[in-house]
């Protein structure tokens, strides 16, 4: 939810900036990919699990121009850096506070995780340069801004979500509960379903 709002906001602020109508739906049919997700992720144990697929997608009602829609998908993107930067700075004092109350404070560090991982996904993920993805129109728009949220998102996907020490986001599979047979396997079998998955539309 956090993320949503962070990424959305902007955009319906410059639709009604601009009058352009911007339609919010929902993608039920992902719940199933994200279910079938946590049953592999559960029977292979593999920690901290795949997360795959989009719930909620924002489209513009009808063609915009590059500058409106590269702006737009640039303030999304900056937006959400910012909620996970944010979302870090909030772990970092819960995973320090020494709660007693041990459910809670594993509760909220799983919601702040969980903000920090889609957050810096967002800016790097969303910001290639493809032509299905929002990254396009921010290059189309404006390089300079296009490099500066893309190298953040980078950084941040380096230091925190690839960062096996304690201070990260605990991202990466943990090598004493997760086979490096596991995680090729994993890697590969999702990672063929992704290409086909793309070519059945593309072709």
């Known amino acids: ?11 319906i602020f410059f639709s009604r900036k601009h009058r352009i109508g911007i339609d919010v739906r929902a993608l039920p049919a992902h719940l199933v990919v994200g279910f079938i997700c946590v049953v592999v992720s559960r029977v292979s144990n593999f920690q901290p699990g795949y997360l795959y697929g ?3 997608g924002f489209f513009f009602a009808h063609g915009v121009t590059h500058e409106t829609e590269g702006k737009a998908e640039a303030s999304a993107a900056g937006s959400s850096l910012i909620a996970a ?10 995973r320090g506070s020494g709660s007693t109350d041990a459910f809670t ?11 920090v991982v889609a957050g810096l996904e967002n800016a790097v993920f969303a910001m290639l340069p493809l032509r299905f993805l929002p990254g396009a129109a921010v290059y189309s728009w404006n390089r300079i801004i296009w490099i500066v949220l893309l190298g953040l998102g980078v950084f941040g996907f380096a230091t925190v979500l690839l960062n096996p020490s304690g201070a990260g986001a605990s991202y990466l599979a943990n090598p004493t509960q997760t086979s490096f047979f596991t995680v090729a396997v994993l890697l590969a079998v999702f990672g063929l379903a992704s290409v086909l998955f793309w070519g059945w539309f593309r072709f």
């Open 1 to 11: 939810l956090v993320i949503l709002v962070a990424y959305g906001a902007p955009l």
């Open 85 to 94: 930067f944010v979302a870090w700075i909030i772990l970092a004092l819960l």
């Open 105 to 115: 404070n594993a509760l909220l560090q799983a919601a702040t995780v969980t903000v």
């Open 54 to 56: 989009l719930v909620i």
